[in-house]
């Protein structure tokens, strides 16, 4: 249950982030629009970044050196 509202926490923070930042008024189509594409393509680089850093862990060496 923490994880989730961790989770929730975060992706909520970055749609506030995302409306401050851009002066978005969501009360108008345009401006729901460009909300919907920058928290899109903020997403997909959350998502891309991760699959990064996992297989940069993935392909470390984890058994110790004798």
Avoid: C
């Avoid at 970055?14 to 930042?21: H, P």
């Avoid at 008024?25 to 998502?47: N, P, T």
């Amino acid at each position: 249950m923490k994880i989730f509202m961790i989770l929730a926490i975060f992706l909520l923070l970055g749609a506030f982030f995302i409306v401050s930042n851009n002066n978005l008024a969501l009360i108008e189509d345009e401006g729901r629009e460009e909300f919907r594409d920058k928290y899109g393509q903020w997403l997909a680089g959350i998502l891309d970044n991760s699959r990064d850093v996992t297989a940069y862990v993935v392909k470390l060496d984890w058994l110790p050196h004798e």
